[in-house]
């Protein structure tokens, strides 16, 4: 079944010098754009040299992570950091809703780090909030539906072995295929419709506000703290009782997407804060002080006349 879009639909897969999104960085970053009414995707892979820029030097590839993607950092001399590509990427990024197989939980958090640590190292300042894009994560679809892997989402749903698994662009392509192969299997089944809006909403586990789920959003759509002695505390509950806790966050081991919404909380409730305030002085009234009930008016004519 092809895609019923209203928008381009971008397929992404990233492969990383490890699972930390904190502390690793992208590699090899791969973008399929679907664009209504074109049957050809547009493609875009990039291999990219991972920049650790808080210390100014290359950031190491962890073994594990290398003996499952293959990729060494010789493969990579010679490629651009993230900082050189990033305004391409924004370019494919802009205009599209997201897709992806487990994205959701590593890809697009790991993106987004990368966005932040350019935003708050160098010059640059990328116009695109990732939060605002709508994002299907065909896993979670086949984990609601059929419980298994990629290589095995792409045998169950389109009958084919996945060649060359944990390349950016093998990965990426097999789950254009597995999404258009889930909406063929649950046609008719009114959980599964071929409209990004309801896929996004069926895809997505849990409403969290950074990519981390360090907050997450309650029924009342309020971000709520998922972690630690506050946990399932609002956050303006605890920026009003305790807002040293939001320093903290900012100079903990966290995200910087994580740290930006925080911040942006932050700025949020001082202002409403600073508001409040500027109301309240706006509506009290000045009454002048007096002794004795008379005015200082009266006062000051009394001693007027002592001197006289």
């Not at 993230?82 to 939980?105: C, H, M």
């Amino acid at each position: 079944m092809e895609l019923n879009l209203e928008r381009p639909l971008l397929f992404f897969d990233i492969e990383s010098t490890g699972l930390n999104i904190a502390s690793d960085s992208i590699i090899e970053l791969c973008f399929v754009k679907i664009i209504p009414g074109k049957s050809d995707p547009n493609i875009r892979t990039w291999r990219v040299r991972p920049w650790d820029y808080e210390n100014n030097c290359l950031r190491q590839i962890n073994p594990s992570a290398q003996a499952v993607h293959g990729i060494s950092l010789e493969d990579l001399a010679g490629e651009p950091t993230f900082y050189q590509i990033v305004d391409e990427v924004v370019e494919w990024l802009t205009g599209s809703d997201l897709a992806g197989f487990n994205s959701a939980k590593f890809d697009l958090p790991m993106l987004a780090e990368e966005i932040e640590r350019v935003r708050r190292h160098t010059d640059k300042q990328p116009a695109i909030d990732l939060h605002s894009m709508k994002m299907v994560d065909v896993q979670n679809i086949f984990h609601a539906m059929e419980p298994r892997t990629l290589k095995a989402a792409y045998l169950f749903y389109c009958g084919l072995e996945l060649e060359n698994a944990h390349a950016a662009e093998a990965d990426t392509l097999a789950t254009y295929e597995v999404l258009k192969g889930q909406l063929d299997r649950y046609a008719g089944d009114p959980r599964i419709e071929n409209n990004i809006d309801k896929l996004a909403k069926f895809s997505t586990k849990q409403r969290t506000v950074d990519y981390a789920g360090r907050l997450i959003l309650n029924d009342k759509d309020e971000p709520v703290i998922s972690f630690g002695k506050h946990k399932g505390k609002t956050a303006r509950e605890v920026y009003f009782s305790e807002p040293s806790y939001f320093a903290w966050i900012d100079n903990g081991d966290f995200t910087l997407d994580t740290k930006r919404q925080f911040a942006k909380l932050k700025a949020q409730y001082e202002a409403e804060k600073k508001a409040t305030l500027t109301a309240k002085k706006q509506t009290t009234t000045f009454v002048p002080r007096t002794k004795g009930n008379r005015p200082f008016e009266e006062l000051g004519s009394l001693f007027s006349q002592e001197e006289e």
